[in-house]
């Protein structure tokens, strides 16, 4: 019987795709069977897997939730990853909610296609779309546990606090078997102090309802998604590739009742990750396996870019060029200067 975890927050762009998707690779990197059930109309999380959109061919999450007694385990489709399948979106999902909205059910479509589905994998991952609509609501009636993607920054945390408002009226109701929403800080920027405070801030007020675990600002991230690849075969070695292998070994760990979530025990899990990623990272990635400088170096490089482009200087090596032909200059003024006064006093 599947763990099922809905990834959400209503503020779109704060990385639920990337989350969802990640983290459904890196648990099927450990040899668990995975889901990923892509609810976003976009179908980011499908065709960044490799998999074309669902069609009446090959029905996806949207036929699953008009007619769910037709679902069958043969809808999700295997992808290059083992042990790692999609039931893959389409547009048609963009007019799922007004289809529904006069059904009493509508809330409850995705229970059983989850029922039905439970017993062909270990955990099932939800990306739900930008909203608290039919759709979100519905994957938090049929989840077992809700993660929440976000950055540190303020209309992030009011998506996430209007989504536990939402979980706990659903409690109320009897509606849902969540107990207390899960968090996962992405798109942190630790050179901007901002970010910084607002990241400690949630861990302050959530606690250990936050993973440890924290995804990076990163353009490794950015680049493999316009690659349409997980990071883990495009730069393996990046600071986002290592923190979304952490946080699925925590996520495995927190939710598995015989493991408990220690530092070894995370890093044993991660280790194993990497073994069974090498292989396919020399199949998938754009790059050859493993190039990436270790993963500070890329801090280092990155927060020098970045806050070169803040203040509009440049890579260090070009301002001190700069600075040099500033330099040069000043003085063949200042002796030309010199060589009028000279000239003048002469006359
Ligand atoms: N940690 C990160 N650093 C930099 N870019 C990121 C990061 N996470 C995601 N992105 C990029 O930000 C964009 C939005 O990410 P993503 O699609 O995962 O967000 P989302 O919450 O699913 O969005 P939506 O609400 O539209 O479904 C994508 O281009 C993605 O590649
Ligand atoms: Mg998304």
């Known amino acids: 019987m599947a763990i099922t975890v809905a990834v959400s927050n209503q503020k779109g762009g ?3 795709t990337t989350t969802a998707l990640h983290l459904a690779v890196a648990t099927a990197l450990t040899g668990r069977r995975v889901l990923l059930i892509d609810l976003d109309s976009q179908a980011n999380a499908t065709t960044a897997l490799g998999i074309p959109e669902a069609s009446v061919e090959q029905p996806g999450s949207y036929h699953a939730l008009v007619n769910s007694d037709d679902v069958s385990p043969r809808w ?3 992808t290059a990853i083992p042990h790692l399948s999609v039931l893959a979106s389409s547009l048609e999902m963009a007019g799922v909610e ?9 809330l409850h ?7 039905t589905l439970a017993d062909s994998f270990d955990w099932i991952f939800l990306d739900c779309p930008p909203s608290l609509g039919i759709l979100s609501v519905s994957a938090l009636v049929a989840a077992d ?3 929440v993607p976000v950055p540190p920054e303020q209309f992030a945390l009011d998506g996430m606090a209007r989504l536990t408002s939402t979980i706990e009226r659903l409690n109320d109701a009897g509606q849902t078997r969540i107990d207390r929403p899960m968090m996962l800080i992405t798109m942190a920027q630790n050179w901007a102090p901002a970010k910084m405070k607002r990241a400690l801030q949630v861990r302050q007020t959530h606690g250990d309802a936050v993973l440890v675990a924290e995804i990076p600002h990163s353009n490794a991230l950015d ?3 316009g690659d349409r690849t997980p990071v883990f075969f495009t730069r393996p070695n990046a600071d986002a590739s290592e923190n979304y292998l952490r946080a699925a070994a ?3 760990m927190r939710h598995e009742p015989a493991l408990t979530p220690t530092p070894e025990k995370i890093e044993a899990m991660v280790a194993e990750m990497r073994t069974q990623m090498k292989p396919l990272a020399s199949q ?14 890329h801090r280092r490089r990155r927060s020098h870019s970045r806050s070169g482009s803040r203040s509009g200087d440049g890579p260090k090596i070009y301002r001190s060029r700069r600075r040099l032909q500033q330099a040069i200059g000043a003085s063949v003024l200042i002796i030309v200067s010199l060589f009028i006064t000279v000239l003048v006093i002469d006359a």
């Not at 007004?98 to 509508?106: I, K, N, P, V, W």
């Not at 479509?109 to 029922?115: C, E, K, Y």
């Not at 998938?284 to 400088?293: A, E, I, M």
């Open 14 to 16: 704060v990385g639920k």
């Open 76 to 78: 999700p489709q295997a």
């Open 109 to 115: 479509r995705l229970r059983p296609v989850i029922a």
């Open 145 to 147: 546990t809700v993660l």
């Open 250 to 252: 925590e996520l495995i």
């Open 98 to 106: 007004l289809e529904l909205s006069g059904e009493t059910d509508r």
């Open 223 to 225: 680049e493999a998604s």
């Open 284 to 297: 998938k990635g754009p790059d050859p396996l493993l190039t990436d400088p270790p993963a500070k170096h």
